[in-house]
């Protein structure tokens, strides 16, 4: 039997973490068809998808940042100047973002986080499905993972 010696390390070191991820894609590529398949495509990498609303003056009002992958959008962030609340333009900026998603990029669905003083019932009004709950995360806080699918092309 050969033993071998190991050691823990818990320093912050960018270049392992590269060849980490760098290893788990691989691992994940060899071991799933559905990743496997990914490679080579246009969905194999995560394109930014931003979407912002400015003011007359040019300042921003609100924005939506997110991503699309493998025909998904993640939303990351999505936020309205307290100010221009009750306008529409949080509504206004998810749906150009899920058009966008769904005609221009192929999407068929969306998924974001949203803790539970920010948003679920929002996101609920216009059309999304809570797929989990997470208690007490943070402490003192709920977050929730919400799903939505897109009509074929962004139809509405």
């Not at 788990?24 to 246009?42: D, I, K």
């Not at 609920?124 to 208690?135: A, L, M, Q, S, T």
Request: aromatic letters at 8%; hydrophobic letters at 40%.
């Amino acid at each position: 039997m050969v033993r071998h010696m190991f050691r823990l390390e818990t320093e912050v070191d960018k270049t392992r973490r590269d060849l980490l991820r760098s290893r788990l894609l691989e691992s994940n590529t060899a071991t799933s068809p559905v990743l496997r398949a990914l490679r080579g495509t246009p969905d194999e990498r995560e394109r930014p998808l931003h979407v912002w609303v400015l003011t007359e003056g040019g300042e921003m009002a609100g924005g939506l940042v997110g991503h699309t992958w493998a025909s998904w959008l993640h939303v990351t962030y999505l936020w309205v100047d307290e100010r221009c609340r009750g306008a529409g333009l949080g509504g206004r900026l998810l749906a150009e973002a899920e058009r966008i998603a769904a005609a221009e990029r192929g999407c068929a669905a969306v998924r974001l986080e949203t803790w539970d003083f920010q948003a679920p019932d929002f996101y609920r009004g216009k059309g999304y499905e809570v797929v989990c709950v997470i208690p007490d995360y943070p402490p003192g806080l709920t977050e929730y993972t919400l799903v939505k699918r897109l009509a074929p092309g962004g139809q509405r």
